[in-house]
C-alpha cells in the first residue's frame, strides 16, 4: 500500500523514550516532569468525576474555562480574546496545531516552518497538500533570520509557524522579531500560527512577548497553548488555541471531526485552578532553578552548553567528545551510557546533524544529580 506519509517514521519522542524504558535509562529525551503536579488540581478531577461530570464536554470547551482562558490571557497579555467566538479548549496542544493548519491550508500552499522544528506541523501541513518552506534557524543562538524569511515569502505564502520559547532551541523571541514580522506580512493575507506551549517558562529576568500582545499580528494569528506543560500534565492533554472568531469558527470545523471535544473532569478541574495564579507566576523560578541545577551537574562533563533561554529543555553540543550523527549517539547514550536525550537532526526535515543533543530538565534534583554523575563518564 503507499503511504499518505512515506518520510514519516515513528516520532523521535516514542523511539527515545522506548528505548530509555528498555534499557531503563533516565529518560532526559521526552519532554515530561518526573513529578507529580499539584496536589489540589488531582483532588479537583477525581471530586469532578464522582459528581458525575464524565460525559461530553462542550464542542468548543467548557464555558467556565474558556471564560479563565480569557481572563488570564488578559491579565497575562492585555488582550481579552471573546470566550464564546475565540477561545477553542483542545486534547493538547498537538490537537490544536493540527486543527489551525488543516483549518487554513489548502493544496497548493506555502506554509512556513522554521527549523529546527517540533516535529507534529510538517505532517500536518503535507496531509493538506501545502508545501512546507523551510528557513533554518541562525547558529549558534537560534534566531530568526528575517530576511531569509522575507526572500521566501510567496505568492502562494498562507501560513507561517513560530514557537516561542522554543522547542528543541530554548531560543526566545523578542519584541522586535514580532515588530518584523508583522511588518513583512503587513499588506498580506499571510497567517500565523504561534505556538507558545513554553510561555511560562522564560529564564533570567527575559520575557515571554507573545503574538497575543501585538495587535497587528494577532489579528491573522492562532496562538496555541497546552495546560500540560503549565500544570505538570502532559499527560491528560488539555490545550487550547486562540483566534479571531472568523479563524476559531474554521478551526472549531476541524476540531469537531478530530475529537470533537476534550476530557470533561479535566475541564472543571483546571478552570477552577486556574485561580491559583501564583502556579504560572512561579514557573519561571521553579524552571530555571531546574535549569541552574542541571547545568551544574553537566559542568563535570565534557558537553557544551549555552544557558537556556526559555523552556524545559537544555542544549547541548557534543563535538568535543564524538563526531557520530546525534541519532546514533542518542541511542548509545541511552543504551550504554544510561541517560536517554533527543537528537536535534529529528527537528530537520533533511536531518541535519549539527551534534546537538537535547536534554529536559523537568526533573527532580535527583534525577538530574544522577544523569550528571552518569554524563560525566562520557
Ligand atoms: N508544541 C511544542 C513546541 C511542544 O513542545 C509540545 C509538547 N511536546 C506540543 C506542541 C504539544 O503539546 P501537547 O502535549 O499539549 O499536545
Ligand atoms: N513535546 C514533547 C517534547 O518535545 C513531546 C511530546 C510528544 O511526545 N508528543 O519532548
Not at 16 to 38: R, V, W, Y
Request: with cysteine.
Amino acid at each position: 500500500p503507499t503511504s499518505k506519509l512515506p518520510d514519516v517514521g515513528t516520532t523521535i519522542f516514542t523511539v527515545m523514550s522506548t528505548l530509555a524504558n528498555e534499557h531503563k535509562a533516565i529518560n532526559l529525551s521526552q519532554g515530561f516532569p518526573d513529578f507529580n503536579c499539584p496536589e489540589p488540581l488531582m483532588n479537583l478531577v477525581t471530586k469532578y468525576m464522582h459528581e458525575g461530570f464524565n460525559q461530553y464536554a462542550p464542542m468548543a470547551g467548557l464555558p467556565q474555562l474558556r471564560q479563565k482562558i480569557s481572563l488570564k490571557t488578559e491579565k497575562v497579555y492585555g488582550y481579552r480574546p471573546d470566550p464564546d467566538t475565540e477561545v477553542t479548549v483542545t486534547s493538547g496542544a498537538t490537537e490544536a496545531l493540527n486543527a489551525a493548519i488543516s483549518a487554513v491550508v489548502k493544496p497548493g500552499d506555502e506554509v512556513m516552518v522554521l527549523e529546527p522544528c517540533y516535529d507534529s506541523y510538517v505532517p500536518v501541513i503535507r496531509l493538506c497538500g501545502g508545501s512546507p518552506v523551510f528557513v533554518p534557524l541562525s547558529l549558534p543562538d537560534f534566531s530568526v533570520d528575517w530576511d531569509q524569511v522575507k526572500n521566501r515569502l510567496s505568492s502562494r505564502t498562507r501560513l507561517i509557524i513560530i514557537n516561542t520559547p522554543h522547542n528543541p532551541t530554548g531560543a526566545v523571541m523578542s519584541r522586535q522579531d514580532m515588530n518584523t514580522l508583522a511588518n513583512l506580512l503587513n499588506g498580506t493575507d499571510i497567517l500565523v500560527l504561534s505556538d507558545e506551549v513554553y510561555e511560562h517558562m522564560v529564564f533570567d529576568g527575559q520575557e515571554h512577548f507573545s503574538v497575543l500582545q501585538h495587535p497587528q499580528l494577532r489579528e491573522r494569528s492562532f496562538v496555541v497553548s497546552s495546560f500540560g506543560k503549565t500544570y505538570h500534565t502532559t499527560g491528560w492533554k488539555v490545550g487550547y488555541a486562540v483566534a479571531p472568531p472568523q479563524l476559531s469558527k474554521e478551526l472549531r470545523k476541524m476540531h469537531q471531526f478530530i475529537t470533537f471535544s476534550t476530557a470533561t473532569p479535566f475541564q472543571l478541574a483546571i478552570a477552577d485552578f486556574m485561580e491559583e495564579e501564583a502556579h504560572y507566576l512561579e514557573l519561571p523560578n521553579f524552571y530555571q532553578a531546574k535549569r541552574d541545577f542541571f547545568l551544574q551537574q553537566l559542568q563535570q562533563t565534557r558537553f557544551e552548553f549555552m544557558p537556556s533561554a526559555g523552556t524545559y529543555f537544555q542544549l547541548v553540543k557534543y563535538n568535543g567528545i564524538t563526531d557520530e550523527h546525534d541519532l546514533d549517539f542518542a541511542k548509545r547514550l541511552t543504551t550504554e551510557t544510561g541517560v536517554a536525550a533527543i537528537p536535534i537532526s529529528a527537528f530537520y526535515h533533511d536531518k541535519t546533524d549539527n551534534k546537538y543533543l537535547r536534554f529536559c530538565f523537568a526533573k527532580s534534583e535527583e534525577t538530574l544529580r544522577a544523569a550528571g554523575e552518569m554524563l560525566a563518564k562520557v
